[in-house]
């Protein structure tokens, strides 16, 4: 129960940095650090794990120091060897197009949605806005058998677009949301200052809130485009050779042994699918996080 | 979504207050909401509305296939509830044409240990969870330097994909890993029936606490500090003030931390499918009511679009009751913390 001896934070908040300067060694701040530490190594620990064995060598897969030993860049050679019928640069592009254009078409079609549930008063507001909650929070599991009948019948398997669309039945509602807790946050008085001042609407929408919204487009974007580059259910039924993301492409990863698992070859394709991630992650944290707990994103 | 655009840019009009409403072209006025949502509005009714209808028609209609007593092969055709029978009471059919209870290995006979699977995830996962996300959120919760640090730590496990991190969970428990060095054991993890649940649940907690924590955290940041300050000031000890005054201000944005995560469990597919492949045990210990859809679907689609509905069925049942009797509002909340934090 640690956690919840919090006896300085309340004193330290009013003060500020002030107090911290001249302040002792405290219990309390030493729990505090304790427990950061615990967290960040729960969060780290793993990927860092990941990572070790992603530049061990193959024979050394096992090695359990926590340190890089034998260290190689083989298993990121062989990540992307299409020898054994591996196609992971391949999926990488397809991750890419899959992830592109489901953010852009989520995104085209959400910002005027967000922009009415944040701005407007109309009847069943709330009603949509319900809606489209429960629409993210849907099992993609009861799209996927009709789906896969239906792009069966019509031979759309093994197409971009077998994935792109029912890729939209999660990031639409996802941006819609997160964008109108964004736009719910705008200075909107500027755009009638603007207004006053002369501008036309156009000129009031294109100079002064387009800048203002762009950070929370782009953190919703960024929030689209991971959520469908994180996808795999769908993907794993809807896709072919020709459109395999990196989700499927890694759970099927084959080794050079059947049923032998090529841990340190999956290991170093794990850590390029991730590395872009985590510095998305890191740049934009705290937008991230303020878009996060609006809308109660999936991992 | 591009006529949409274009109205944007539509007439600046002249100032005529009293005759906006009527335009559908004046967004300020809430004159064009019809056209601002009606290209979500059709997305939505194609990509999620189509296919759940179609999945309710395919579910009472017959999977074409061999009967088994004349082994000819026959089409389709109206199937009444015998495709919701199948699952719920694990009835097949039988040579003669009537029904028998399906043999080991049938599908149908195995859901109800993929619903206990299921359910157990969910429940075993969110209690551990639930405390958990409430002592990170205490501790992201105080000031200390470094805050964005441990901020940006605790996103790691939610960016990345759960293919990923379910092939790196393998890795760790693999029999040569390093889950059994440190622990000084010999247990194939991904083998028995107990400790593959062991393994995947580990695996969610630890992809899906941080975010938990995030959504708490939320909720904490707008208890007022004075709250506690009257409470300290009333000789109120830290246990107290937890209990008394934490609890029950954060209880909302708690229950809508456990809605959601309550909702994602129960379709938990991407981690048993690829860390467990839905074995251990006897060979289904660790299937998943998605797990067992996949599953079904090559072997009859009519068949699997039942065993989906009852799924889907299912989680909005869940879902209605959390939001019906358990009070967690989602859209209040936030908008309150929204409200809090400017």
């Known amino acids: 129960m640690a956690a919840t001896t919090t006896a300085t934070p309340q004193a330290a908040e009013q003060a500020g940095p002030v107090t911290r300067a001249p302040s002792r060694f405290s219990w309390s701040g030493v729990r505090t650090y304790v427990g950061v530490a615990i967290i960040i190594i729960w969060g780290l620990a793993p990927a860092y794990w990941m990572v070790v064995t992603a530049f061990r060598d193959v024979g050394f897969t096992f090695d359990t120091t926590l340190y890089p030993t034998h260290v190689t860049l083989d298993n990121f050679r062989t990540a992307f060897d299409t020898s054994l019928g591996n196609h992971f640069g391949l999926a990488l592009l397809h991750s890419v197009i899959i992830g592109v254009v489901t953010t852009a078409l989520a995104m085209a079609a959400g910002v005027f949605c967000a922009y009415a549930l944040a701005r407007l008063e109309f009847r069943g507001k709330y009603l949509l806005l319900g809606g489209i909650l429960g629409a993210s929070m849907f099992p993609p599991v009861a799209l996927v058998t009709p789906l896969f009948q239906l792009f069966t019948n019509i031979g759309w398997i093994n197409t971009y677009q077998a994935l792109i669309i029912p890729d939209i039945s999660f990031a639409l509602p996802l941006t819609i949301y997160i964008l109108t807790a964004f736009f719910r946050e705008m200075p909107w008085d500027l755009e009638e200052s603007a207004r006053i001042d002369g501008c036309t609407q156009w000129q009031a929408f294109r100079l002064v809130i387009l800048p203002l919204a762009a950070p929370g487009l782009f953190t919703t974007a960024i929030l689209a485009f991971i959520a469908a580059w994180n996808e795999f259910l769908l993907a794993s039924q809807l896709s072919g050779p020709a459109t395999q993301p990196v989700t499927v492409a890694i759970a099927d990863f084959q080794g050079s042994q059947p049923h032998q698992e090529p841990y340190t070859a999956v290991m170093a394709a794990g850590t390029i699918v991730v590395v872009p991630l985590v510095i998305m992650v890191l740049a934009f944290q705290k937008k991230i996080v303020a878009g996060l707990t609006a809308g109660g994103v999936k991992g | 979504m591009s006529e949409a655009a274009t109205d944007v840019q539509a007439p600046p009009e002249p100032q005529k207050p009293q005759r906006r409403r009527k335009s559908w072209f004046n967004l300020s006025e809430g004159g064009g909401v019809p056209m601002l949502v009606a290209p979500t509005l059709i997305l939505l009714a194609i990509v999620i509305g189509y296919p759940v209808v179609r999945a309710v028609i395919m579910s009472f ?56 699977n299921t359910v157990f995830f969910t429940v075993v996962e969110v209690a551990i969870e639930i405390v958990l996300g409430l002592w990170f959120a205490m501790i992201m919760h105080r000031k200390f330097h470094g805050r964005g640090l441990l901020r940006a730590a605790v996103l790691i496990p939610w960016a990345i994909p759960t293919a990923v991190t379910a092939k790196l969970w393998y890795f760790i428990f693999a029999y040569d890993g390093i889950a059994n060095h440190i622990l000084h054991t010999h247990i194939l993890w991904t083998a028995g029936a107990w400790s593959s649940r062991f393994a995947i649940i580990f695996a969610d907690v630890w992809k899906t606490t941080p975010f938990m924590a995030l959504l708490i955290l939320a909720g904490l940041q707008i208890i007022p500090d004075d709250v506690y300050e009257a409470a300290k000031v009333d000789g109120a000890s830290a246990w107290q003030r937890f209990v008394q005054i934490t609890l029950p201000l954060v209880r909302p944005a708690l229950m809508v931390a456990v809605l959601f995560r309550v909702l994602d469990v129960l379709r938990i597919y991407d981690l048993p499918a690829i860390l467990t492949n839905g074995g251990g045990g006897s060979g289904d210990a660790t299937t998943t009511l998605s797990i067992l859809v996949i599953d079904q679907i090559r072997q009859g689609f009519n068949s699997a679009a039942a065993l989906s509905t009852i799924t889907f069925v299912f989680i909005f049942l869940v879902a209605f009751v959390f939001v019906k009797f358990l009070g967690a509002n989602v859209i209040e909340t936030q908008e309150a913390e929204r409200k809090g934090a400017n």
């Open chain 2, 61 to 116: 209609q017959k999977d074409p296939g061999l009967d088994k007593a004349t082994g000819l092969f026959v089409a389709g055709g109206p199937a009444g509830f015998s495709n919701y029978t199948h699952w719920l009471l694990a009835q097949c059919v039988a040579a003669g044409g009537g029904t028998t209870t399906c043999p080991a290995g049938n599908l149908g006979s195995q859901f109800w240990t993929a619903m206990f």
